[in-house]
Each structure stands twice: as C-alpha cells, then as structure tokens.
C-alpha cells in the first residue's frame, strides 16, 4: 500500500505547483469542502470540460487557463453563475458556489484578479434564478472581445 502513496504525492505536488498564490485548490480554505467540489465537478462539468478543463472547440469552450479572465469584465463574474451548465445544475447553491470557486483555483489561478472574492452561497443562489439560454454564446463573445481589448491597452 505504501507504493500508492508517492503517485498520489506526486499529483498534489503538481497540483499546488499550478495555483501558487490561492495554494492547492484540494485544500483551499475559501472552499467548505474542497473534496466534495472536486467531486461535483468530475459528476457535474468533468463530462462536457473534460478533466483537464481543455473542453471541446466543437461543443464546449475551454476553461483551463481561460475561466478567471471573465472575473476581470463587467459582467463575467455573472456570467459564470448564470451559463446554462452551471446555472441549471443539479447541487444546492452552496456546493454550486464551491465548484465554481475550486475550478478558479484549480484550472485558471493565473487570471484570478487581485482582491476576488470567493462566490457565496447566497450571490449563486441569486445568480442561477435567471440563467442564460440562447444568449449565452453571444454574452460570452462579448465578454471576450472586452477582456481581450482590455489585454491590448
């Protein structure tokens, strides 16, 4: 049993080597319960993002060194708890708050803007009662052109 533990090591080594200012999002102490949003986003989002974030060009943008960038618009911080797949999930706001807050962390720790706020409860909860349908993909275009125009100022 103890051959397990080096991989495992291994992985939370890299793990924290990719969010070095928010530390290792398995133990970040913004989320209640890391484990438990890690464990959404592989039953929730993993299956359209993919485990690594890197989505499908085809059916789903990619979130891995992207995501935390919508934190940087007017409006994208809305717009990551109203997108149809998180909006429309199937988890309680708090643990809905907790993904959204774990995937940050784990797949954009880059972008994460100075002074961000972890979602609460309470702002998803408010958030997911208006969420994007067939505007989502127009929203998110212009969200893009913004923080890309922002990038080139």
Request: with cysteine; net charge positive; hydrophobic share 45%.
């Amino acid at each position: 049993m103890r051959w397990l533990a080096a991989p495992a090591l291994i992985l939370a080594t890299g793990a924290a080597a990719m969010t070095p200012a928010l530390g290792d999002p398995d133990t970040n102490p913004a989320l209640q319960s890391a484990a438990r949003a890690r464990q959404n986003w592989i039953l929730t989002c993993q299956g359209c993002h993919r485990a690594d974030a890197t989505g499908t060009p085809q059916t789903t943008p990619t979130m891995a060194g992207f995501v935390a960038k919508f934190l940087q618009v007017p409006g994208g911080r809305e717009y990551l708890a109203r997108v149809p797949g998180v909006a429309t999930a199937a988890l309680p706001d708090a643990e809905l708050a907790e993904v959204l807050n774990w995937s940050l962390v784990r797949f954009d720790p880059a972008n994460i803007p100075a002074g961000f706020q972890p979602y609460t409860a309470a702002e998803v909860g408010r958030l997911r009662q208006t969420p994007l349908r067939t505007e989502a993909a127009v929203l998110r275009a212009s969200l893009v052109a913004r923080f890309n125009a922002d990038q080139h100022k």
